[in-house]
């Protein structure tokens, strides 16, 4: 497990924080790291008189190398997990949450008159690396499975002059703790034309055919390479 990257991002940000946002020079922000978590993070948050307000956080998965924060749809109402692939991603998100964090003070005030805008004014639905994923999308009879490996994601895009295609896709391995057998749980969302599709896939197998699982993953690898 490496933090490079998480230190590198670290110092970008601090970097570019000052100039993101105009807002930013009204208020005190904070922006603080957590490395003792098993995954650290980085914590934005605004002072306020005698009370410090967070309103946004953003993960590091240091084995599977991806910053990661959550966002509520309120338009699907469940919890999105949302992947940056780079720092504009990260500071889009950051961005966007401030100004969520200031919409609430806003209807907490009354006060619906908009404070500040400028050129990163951007939608959580604009980010390339949304995945809807949350407890939401598995059936409440899917509870005894116990999930045993950290979430994998991938975002895959196919473009042509004639056709246009993404795909963000999501996996996790569980076990049943009723039968003891392997779960694979895959989600795919995908965008083509400009139509979105949902696929959801729960495959579950023994524990004598994991071998065998294994081994025809490994002859479509092969065959690939060939």
């Excluded at 990257?5 to 570019?16: H, L, Q």
């Excluded at 978590?37 to 307000?53: G, L, R």
């Excluded at 639905?125 to 509870?143: A, I, K, R, S, W």
């Excluded at 009723?178 to 995908?190: K, Q």
């Amino acid at each position: 497990m490496s933090l490079e990257w998480f230190y590198r991002m670290e110092n970008a940000v601090r970097i570019s924080l000052p100039d993101l946002c105009e807002g930013f020079e009204e208020v005190d922000i904070l922006f603080d790291t957590d490395h003792t978590e098993q995954h650290p993070t980085f914590n934005f948050s605004v002072s306020n008189a005698d009370e410090i307000d967070e309103f946004c956080y953003i993960f590091f998965d240091p084995i599977n190398q991806e910053f990661y924060s959550y966002h509520y749809d309120d338009e699907a109402e469940l919890h999105a997990k949302v992947l940056f692939g780079n720092l504009d991603q990260m500071l889009s998100f950051i961005h966007a949450s401030f100004h969520d964090y200031l919409d609430e003070i806003d209807e907490m005030n009354g006060d619906s008159e908009e404070m500040f805008d400028d050129e990163y004014d951007v939608e959580i639905d604009d980010l390339e690396d949304v995945n809807e994923m949350d407890d939401t999308f598995f059936p409440e009879d899917e509870d005894h499975i116990e999930w045993i490996t950290n979430d994998k994601y991938i975002h895959i895009e196919d473009n042509n002059p004639d056709y246009s295609a993404n795909y963000s896709i999501y996996y996790k391995l569980g076990i049943d703790q009723e039968t003891g057998d392997g779960v694979i749980y895959r989600n795919t969302i995908a965008k083509e034309n400009g139509e979105e599709t949902e696929e959801q896939v729960l495959l579950y197998f023994k524990e004598e055919e994991a071998s065998y699982i294994s081994e025809l993953v490994n002859e479509y690898m092969n065959q690939n390479v060939k």
